[in-house]
Protein backbone atom coordinates (compact mmCIF):
# COMPACT_ATOMS: atom_id res chain seq x y z
CA UNK A 1 0.00 0.00 0.00
CA UNK A 2 2.49 1.94 0.53
CA UNK A 3 4.80 1.71 -1.86
CA UNK A 4 1.54 2.42 -4.55
CA UNK A 5 1.23 5.88 -2.29
CA UNK A 6 4.65 6.76 -3.21
CA UNK A 7 4.44 5.70 -6.26
CA UNK A 8 1.03 7.23 -7.82
CA UNK A 9 0.76 10.26 -9.71
CA UNK A 10 2.50 13.76 -8.69
CA UNK A 11 0.43 16.37 -8.35
CA UNK A 12 1.41 18.94 -5.96
CA UNK A 13 4.55 21.32 -6.50
CA UNK A 14 6.65 21.94 -3.31
CA UNK A 15 9.43 24.67 -2.60
CA UNK A 16 12.05 22.09 -4.62
CA UNK A 17 10.61 21.68 -8.57
CA UNK A 18 12.11 18.38 -9.13
CA UNK A 19 10.19 16.65 -6.28
CA UNK A 20 6.48 16.36 -5.90
CA UNK A 21 4.28 15.31 -2.84
CA UNK A 22 2.84 11.65 -4.89
CA UNK A 23 -0.85 12.38 -3.47
CA UNK A 24 -3.92 13.67 -6.20
CA UNK A 25 -4.34 17.44 -5.38
CA UNK A 26 -8.25 16.28 -5.14
CA UNK A 27 -8.00 14.22 -2.67
CA UNK A 28 -6.61 17.02 -0.67
CA UNK A 29 -8.47 20.23 -1.22
CA UNK A 30 -7.27 22.46 1.68
CA UNK A 31 -2.99 21.82 -0.22
CA UNK A 32 -4.64 23.67 -3.38
CA UNK A 33 -2.24 26.81 -2.95
CA UNK A 34 -5.27 28.57 -5.32
CA UNK A 35 -7.87 27.82 -2.33
CA UNK A 36 -8.96 31.35 -0.34
CA UNK A 37 -8.62 31.46 3.25
CA UNK A 38 -12.55 31.74 3.05
CA UNK A 39 -12.96 28.65 1.11
CA UNK A 40 -10.84 27.06 3.28
CA UNK A 41 -12.59 27.62 6.30
CA UNK A 42 -15.65 26.39 4.73
CA UNK A 43 -13.46 23.04 3.87
CA UNK A 44 -12.53 22.65 7.73
CA UNK A 45 -16.24 23.78 8.73
CA UNK A 46 -17.77 21.07 7.10
CA UNK A 47 -18.06 17.19 7.80
CA UNK A 48 -15.85 15.85 5.48
CA UNK A 49 -12.58 18.32 6.60
CA UNK A 50 -9.33 16.39 6.36
CA UNK A 51 -8.51 19.04 9.30
CA UNK A 52 -12.06 18.90 11.72
CA UNK A 53 -11.69 21.49 14.36
CA UNK A 54 -12.00 19.94 17.90
CA UNK A 55 -12.75 22.67 20.60
CA UNK A 56 -11.85 22.23 24.04
CA UNK A 57 -14.27 23.02 27.04
CA UNK A 58 -12.91 25.76 29.06
CA UNK A 59 -14.63 24.70 32.58
CA UNK A 60 -12.79 22.43 34.89
CA UNK A 61 -9.53 22.55 35.74
CA UNK A 62 -6.49 19.40 36.18
CA UNK A 63 -5.18 19.09 39.46
CA UNK A 64 -2.14 18.44 37.55
CA UNK A 65 -1.91 21.74 35.31
CA UNK A 66 -1.23 25.11 36.23
CA UNK A 67 -1.15 28.39 33.96
CA UNK A 68 2.19 29.04 32.52
CA UNK A 69 3.96 32.27 33.51
CA UNK A 70 6.85 33.62 33.13
CA UNK A 71 8.47 32.11 36.02
CA UNK A 72 7.70 28.52 34.85
CA UNK A 73 9.36 29.49 31.21
CA UNK A 74 13.36 28.53 31.02
CA UNK A 75 15.65 29.45 27.70
CA UNK A 76 18.63 27.61 26.82
CA UNK A 77 20.74 29.29 24.52
CA UNK A 78 22.61 27.70 22.15
CA UNK A 79 25.23 29.23 20.09
CA UNK A 80 25.25 28.63 16.51
CA UNK A 81 25.98 30.58 12.85
CA UNK A 82 24.48 31.51 9.72
CA UNK A 83 25.79 33.26 6.30
CA UNK A 84 24.28 35.85 7.68
CA UNK A 85 26.32 36.67 10.90
CA UNK A 86 26.73 35.35 14.32
CA UNK A 87 23.19 34.37 15.67
CA UNK A 88 21.63 32.78 18.74
CA UNK A 89 19.45 29.58 18.55
CA UNK A 90 16.86 29.06 21.33
CA UNK A 91 15.16 26.02 23.00
CA UNK A 92 12.02 26.99 25.33
CA UNK A 93 11.74 24.26 27.92
CA UNK A 94 8.00 24.74 29.84
CA UNK A 95 6.47 22.96 32.38
CA UNK A 96 3.11 23.01 32.66
CA UNK A 97 1.18 22.73 36.10
CA UNK A 98 -1.86 24.50 36.23
CA UNK A 99 -2.78 26.70 39.11
CA UNK A 100 -6.35 25.24 40.66
CA UNK A 101 -6.99 28.08 42.50
CA UNK A 102 -6.28 31.03 39.88
CA UNK A 103 -8.88 33.85 40.50
CA UNK A 104 -10.08 37.23 39.11
CA UNK A 105 -7.20 39.53 39.71
CA UNK A 106 -9.44 42.63 40.48
CA UNK A 107 -11.41 43.24 43.61
CA UNK A 108 -15.21 42.74 42.97
CA UNK A 109 -16.10 46.35 43.19
CA UNK A 110 -13.51 47.94 41.55
CA UNK A 111 -13.89 48.47 37.60
CA UNK A 112 -10.65 48.76 34.94
CA UNK A 113 -9.78 49.91 31.58
CA UNK A 114 -6.62 49.65 29.86
CA UNK A 115 -4.71 51.15 27.13
CA UNK A 116 -1.42 50.72 25.54
CA UNK A 117 1.05 53.07 24.54
CA UNK A 118 4.29 53.29 21.91
CA UNK A 119 6.54 53.10 25.47
CA UNK A 120 4.32 52.32 28.14
CA UNK A 121 0.76 50.90 29.28
CA UNK A 122 -1.91 52.74 31.52
CA UNK A 123 -4.27 50.90 33.47
CA UNK A 124 -7.09 53.04 36.02
CA UNK A 125 -8.96 51.54 38.66
CA UNK A 126 -11.89 53.15 39.62
CA UNK A 127 -11.65 54.03 43.26
CA UNK A 128 -14.42 56.31 44.16
CA UNK A 129 -16.55 54.12 45.87
CA UNK A 130 -13.86 53.54 47.94
CA UNK A 131 -13.16 55.96 50.77
CA UNK A 132 -9.29 56.68 50.67
CA UNK A 133 -8.04 59.58 53.25
CA UNK A 134 -4.97 60.41 51.29
CA UNK A 135 -2.39 58.99 48.77
CA UNK A 136 -0.29 57.32 52.08
CA UNK A 137 -3.31 54.94 51.97
CA UNK A 138 -2.27 53.43 48.82
CA UNK A 139 0.43 50.82 47.89
CA UNK A 140 1.93 49.80 44.67
CA UNK A 141 4.12 47.32 44.36
CA UNK A 142 6.03 45.60 41.20
CA UNK A 143 8.48 43.96 39.89
CA UNK A 144 8.91 42.98 36.20
CA UNK A 145 6.29 40.43 35.99
CA UNK A 146 3.98 41.37 38.85
CA UNK A 147 1.44 43.98 40.22
CA UNK A 148 0.40 44.51 43.51
CA UNK A 149 -2.19 47.12 44.16
CA UNK A 150 -3.59 47.59 47.67
CA UNK A 151 -5.31 50.77 49.40
CA UNK A 152 -6.57 51.50 52.70
CA UNK A 153 -10.27 52.25 53.24
CA UNK A 154 -12.61 52.71 56.08
CA UNK A 155 -9.55 51.27 58.18
CA UNK A 156 -9.23 47.82 55.92
CA UNK A 157 -6.78 47.14 53.46
CA UNK A 158 -8.45 46.13 50.22
CA UNK A 159 -6.90 44.55 46.93
CA UNK A 160 -7.81 45.77 44.06
CA UNK A 161 -5.41 44.06 41.42
CA UNK A 162 -2.94 41.38 42.12
CA UNK A 163 -1.28 39.81 39.46
CA UNK A 164 2.31 37.53 38.99
CA UNK A 165 1.77 37.20 34.84
CA UNK A 166 1.67 40.52 32.99
CA UNK A 167 1.36 39.91 29.50
CA UNK A 168 5.54 41.19 29.08
CA UNK A 169 7.84 42.63 31.05
CA UNK A 170 8.18 46.04 32.45
CA UNK A 171 10.59 47.97 34.08
CA UNK A 172 9.98 48.67 37.61
CA UNK A 173 12.37 51.57 38.58
CA UNK A 174 10.51 53.56 36.06
CA UNK A 175 7.11 52.66 36.53
CA UNK A 176 4.49 56.05 38.65
CA UNK A 177 0.82 55.97 39.70
CA UNK A 178 -0.79 59.01 40.86
CA UNK A 179 -4.77 59.78 41.53
CA UNK A 180 -6.60 61.19 38.40
CA UNK A 181 -10.04 62.62 40.33
CA UNK A 182 -12.17 59.29 41.11
CA UNK A 183 -8.96 56.94 39.45
CA UNK A 184 -5.87 54.95 40.21
CA UNK A 185 -3.89 55.67 37.32
CA UNK A 186 -0.47 52.96 36.90
CA UNK A 187 1.28 54.04 34.35
CA UNK A 188 3.95 50.77 33.64
CA UNK A 189 7.11 51.65 31.22
CA UNK A 190 7.91 48.67 28.91
CA UNK A 191 10.70 46.93 28.41
CA UNK A 192 10.26 46.06 24.57
CA UNK A 193 8.23 49.43 23.56
CA UNK A 194 7.99 47.74 19.80
CA UNK A 195 5.66 45.37 21.38
CA UNK A 196 1.73 46.08 21.67
CA UNK A 197 0.27 44.81 24.55
CA UNK A 198 -3.65 43.25 23.84
CA UNK A 199 -4.46 43.44 27.74
CA UNK A 200 -2.54 43.84 31.32
CA UNK A 201 -2.41 40.86 31.92
CA UNK A 202 -1.02 37.07 29.72
CA UNK A 203 -4.41 35.38 29.48
CA UNK A 204 -5.70 33.15 26.45
CA UNK A 205 -7.03 36.07 24.90
CA UNK A 206 -4.30 38.22 25.32
CA UNK A 207 -1.76 35.87 23.83
CA UNK A 208 -4.05 34.75 21.06
CA UNK A 209 -4.22 38.20 19.98
CA UNK A 210 -0.83 39.48 20.59
CA UNK A 211 1.00 36.73 19.40
CA UNK A 212 0.53 37.48 15.59
CA UNK A 213 2.60 40.59 15.80
CA UNK A 214 5.21 38.28 16.97
CA UNK A 215 4.84 34.95 14.65
CA UNK A 216 4.82 37.21 11.47
CA UNK A 217 3.27 34.26 10.01
CA UNK A 218 5.38 31.24 10.43
CA UNK A 219 3.62 28.44 10.75
CA UNK A 220 3.67 26.17 13.80
CA UNK A 221 4.51 22.36 14.27
CA UNK A 222 3.04 19.70 17.06
CA UNK A 223 5.48 17.20 17.93
CA UNK A 224 5.07 14.83 20.55
CA UNK A 225 4.69 10.81 21.09
CA UNK A 226 0.85 11.24 21.37
CA UNK A 227 -1.28 11.83 18.13
CA UNK A 228 -3.95 12.76 20.12
CA UNK A 229 -2.34 15.42 22.47
CA UNK A 230 -1.05 16.61 19.06
CA UNK A 231 -4.11 17.05 17.05
CA UNK A 232 -6.33 18.68 19.80
CA UNK A 233 -3.73 21.01 20.69
CA UNK A 234 -3.17 21.76 17.40
CA UNK A 235 -6.61 22.85 16.67
CA UNK A 236 -6.98 24.36 19.57
CA UNK A 237 -4.11 27.01 18.92
CA UNK A 238 -5.07 27.33 15.10
CA UNK A 239 -8.63 28.33 16.16
CA UNK A 240 -7.24 30.66 18.92
CA UNK A 241 -4.93 32.25 16.12
CA UNK A 242 -6.33 32.13 12.82
CA UNK A 243 -4.21 30.01 11.49
CA UNK A 244 -5.28 27.17 9.08
CA UNK A 245 -5.40 23.39 10.82
CA UNK A 246 -3.95 20.23 9.37
CA UNK A 247 -3.43 17.04 10.77
CA UNK A 248 -0.92 14.42 8.80
CA UNK A 249 -2.72 11.77 10.50
CA UNK A 250 -6.09 12.64 8.99
CA UNK A 251 -4.56 13.47 5.11
CA UNK A 252 -2.76 9.96 5.25
CA UNK A 253 -5.58 7.64 6.57
CA UNK A 254 -7.93 9.83 3.71
CA UNK A 255 -6.00 8.95 0.93
CA UNK A 256 -5.01 5.86 1.86
CA UNK A 257 -8.59 4.61 2.91
CA UNK A 258 -7.46 3.09 6.05
CA UNK A 259 -6.28 3.35 9.71
CA UNK A 260 -2.43 4.69 10.52
CA UNK A 261 -2.19 1.31 12.92
CA UNK A 262 -3.26 -0.93 9.74
CA UNK A 263 -1.00 0.90 7.45
CA UNK A 264 2.01 0.55 10.17
CA UNK A 265 0.54 -3.74 10.37
CA UNK A 266 0.97 -3.96 6.51
CA UNK A 267 3.69 -1.87 5.15
CA UNK A 268 5.74 -1.26 8.43
CA UNK A 269 6.41 2.10 10.70
CA UNK A 270 8.86 2.89 7.59
CA UNK A 271 6.74 3.19 5.14
CA UNK A 272 4.28 5.52 7.32
CA UNK A 273 7.29 8.04 8.65
CA UNK A 274 7.95 8.17 4.82
CA UNK A 275 4.83 8.61 3.39
CA UNK A 276 3.86 11.52 6.37
CA UNK A 277 7.37 13.09 5.15
CA UNK A 278 6.20 13.83 1.94
CA UNK A 279 3.46 15.48 3.47
CA UNK A 280 5.32 17.77 5.69
CA UNK A 281 7.48 18.56 2.18
CA UNK A 282 4.53 20.09 0.66
CA UNK A 283 2.84 21.59 3.78
CA UNK A 284 6.29 23.88 4.40
CA UNK A 285 5.50 25.83 1.93
CA UNK A 286 2.55 27.25 3.35
CA UNK A 287 2.65 30.20 5.86
CA UNK A 288 -0.33 30.79 8.19
CA UNK A 289 -0.63 26.89 9.49
CA UNK A 290 -0.49 24.76 12.58
CA UNK A 291 0.50 20.93 11.92
CA UNK A 292 -0.43 18.28 14.02
CA UNK A 293 2.05 15.14 12.94
CA UNK A 294 2.05 11.78 13.67
CA UNK A 295 3.12 10.54 17.85
CA UNK A 296 4.80 6.91 18.33
CA UNK A 297 7.51 5.23 16.39
CA UNK A 298 5.90 5.55 13.06
CA UNK A 299 5.88 9.21 12.82
CA UNK A 300 8.44 11.11 10.83
CA UNK A 301 9.18 13.68 13.63
CA UNK A 302 10.68 10.25 15.57
CA UNK A 303 13.52 10.24 12.93
CA UNK A 304 16.22 12.70 12.67
CA UNK A 305 16.71 12.71 8.65
CA UNK A 306 12.59 13.90 8.51
CA UNK A 307 13.59 17.19 10.39
CA UNK A 308 14.78 19.05 7.18
CA UNK A 309 10.91 20.35 6.71
CA UNK A 310 9.74 20.28 10.39
CA UNK A 311 12.66 23.30 10.51
CA UNK A 312 10.12 25.85 8.48
CA UNK A 313 8.14 26.71 11.39
CA UNK A 314 8.08 26.76 14.83
CA UNK A 315 8.27 22.85 16.28
CA UNK A 316 6.61 23.04 19.79
CA UNK A 317 7.27 18.73 21.20
CA UNK A 318 4.83 17.74 23.82
CA UNK A 319 5.07 15.18 26.19
CA UNK A 320 3.77 13.88 29.78
CA UNK A 321 6.60 13.92 32.19
CA UNK A 322 7.53 11.37 34.53
CA UNK A 323 9.21 13.59 37.43
CA UNK A 324 6.80 14.11 40.14
CA UNK A 325 8.12 17.62 40.63
CA UNK A 326 8.75 21.03 38.91
CA UNK A 327 12.48 21.31 39.73
CA UNK A 328 13.12 17.46 38.64
CA UNK A 329 10.75 18.21 35.67
CA UNK A 330 12.52 21.17 34.45
CA UNK A 331 16.16 19.17 34.44
CA UNK A 332 14.12 16.18 32.52
CA UNK A 333 13.40 18.58 29.54
CA UNK A 334 16.99 20.14 29.60
CA UNK A 335 18.39 16.48 29.20
CA UNK A 336 15.30 16.04 26.53
CA UNK A 337 16.69 18.78 24.97
CA UNK A 338 20.70 17.92 25.35
CA UNK A 339 19.78 14.22 24.34
CA UNK A 340 20.73 14.35 20.71
CA UNK A 341 19.75 10.83 19.91
CA UNK A 342 16.42 11.94 20.44
CA UNK A 343 15.07 13.58 17.01
CA UNK A 344 12.71 15.71 19.52
CA UNK A 345 15.50 17.17 20.37
CA UNK A 346 15.41 19.55 17.42
CA UNK A 347 12.48 21.59 18.54
CA UNK A 348 12.26 24.74 19.34
CA UNK A 349 9.79 24.09 22.29
CA UNK A 350 10.10 21.45 24.74
CA UNK A 351 6.65 21.21 26.85
CA UNK A 352 6.24 18.90 29.92
CA UNK A 353 3.21 18.00 30.54
CA UNK A 354 1.85 17.04 34.15
CA UNK A 355 -1.04 15.21 33.19
CA UNK A 356 -3.43 14.97 29.72
CA UNK A 357 -7.24 15.31 29.53
CA UNK A 358 -8.87 16.10 26.16
CA UNK A 359 -10.93 18.52 27.39
CA UNK A 360 -7.85 20.67 28.73
CA UNK A 361 -6.40 21.67 25.24
CA UNK A 362 -6.72 24.87 26.07
CA UNK A 363 -4.75 25.41 28.49
CA UNK A 364 -1.87 23.64 26.37
CA UNK A 365 -2.29 25.72 23.90
CA UNK A 366 -2.00 28.87 25.56
CA UNK A 367 1.41 27.56 27.80
CA UNK A 368 2.29 27.05 23.72
CA UNK A 369 2.03 30.76 23.01
CA UNK A 370 3.79 31.84 26.23
CA UNK A 371 6.57 29.79 24.98
CA UNK A 372 6.38 31.03 21.79
CA UNK A 373 6.05 34.47 22.66
CA UNK A 374 9.54 34.11 25.21
CA UNK A 375 11.08 32.19 22.54
CA UNK A 376 10.88 35.42 19.55
CA UNK A 377 11.50 37.94 22.26
CA UNK A 378 13.98 36.18 24.05
CA UNK A 379 15.85 36.09 20.54
CA UNK A 380 15.05 39.59 19.48
CA UNK A 381 17.26 40.59 22.61
CA UNK A 382 19.85 38.27 21.90
CA UNK A 383 20.08 39.25 18.34
CA UNK A 384 19.86 42.45 18.18
CA UNK A 385 18.21 44.98 16.00
CA UNK A 386 20.92 44.49 13.20
CA UNK A 387 20.89 41.12 13.04
CA UNK A 388 17.94 38.84 11.24
CA UNK A 389 15.23 37.43 13.91
CA UNK A 390 14.30 33.77 14.39
CA UNK A 391 11.15 34.81 11.89
CA UNK A 392 13.33 36.30 9.40
CA UNK A 393 15.50 33.11 9.78
CA UNK A 394 12.86 30.40 9.30
CA UNK A 395 11.36 32.13 6.14
CA UNK A 396 15.29 32.44 4.87
CA UNK A 397 15.36 28.39 5.35
CA UNK A 398 12.12 28.20 2.94
CA UNK A 399 13.30 30.46 0.35
CA UNK A 400 16.36 28.67 -0.09
CA UNK A 401 14.47 25.22 -0.14
CA UNK A 402 14.14 23.80 3.58
CA UNK A 403 17.67 21.89 2.19
CA UNK A 404 18.31 20.36 6.27
CA UNK A 405 20.79 23.42 6.80
CA UNK A 406 18.94 23.96 9.82
CA UNK A 407 20.08 26.25 12.62
CA UNK A 408 23.67 27.11 10.32
CA UNK A 409 21.65 28.14 7.19
CA UNK A 410 24.22 27.99 3.98
CA UNK A 411 24.58 30.08 1.53
CA UNK A 412 22.68 30.31 -1.65
CA UNK A 413 23.99 27.55 -4.45
CA UNK A 414 24.63 25.04 -1.46
CA UNK A 415 23.79 21.53 -2.33
CA UNK A 416 23.07 19.58 0.64
CA UNK A 417 23.91 16.25 -1.22
CA UNK A 418 27.66 17.47 -1.59
CA UNK A 419 27.62 19.00 2.09
CA UNK A 420 30.25 21.34 -0.07
CA UNK A 421 30.15 25.24 0.54
CA UNK A 422 29.88 27.07 -2.67
CA UNK A 423 32.69 29.47 -2.99
CA UNK A 424 33.01 32.25 -1.54
CA UNK A 425 32.07 35.30 -3.40
Avoid at 11 to 28: A, C, V
Amino acid sequence: MAAALLNSPLSISTQNPKKTLGFPLQDFPLLNPRLSRFDRRKLLSSPSSSSSLILSKRNGVLNRLQSVSGGHVSTIPVESKNYEGKAVSLCICVIVNVDTDAKWPFHHSTSMSFSDGDADVELRLDISKLDIMSPSDIFVDMDETSLFVRVKASGTLITLMETNCLFEKIKPSETIWYIDEDQLVVNLKKCDRDLKWPDVMESWESLTKGILQLLKGTSIYIVGDSTEINEKVGSELATGIGYIPFSTSDLLERYAQQSIESWVVSDGADSVAEAEGSILQSLSSHARSVVATLGGEHGAARRHDKWRYLHAGFTVCESRRTARYEASAKEEARRHVQDGRLAYSNADIVMKLGGWEPDQSRVVAQACLSALKQLTLSDKQLTGCNWIHLTGKKSLYVRLGCRGDWPDIKPPGWDPSSGVDPPEP
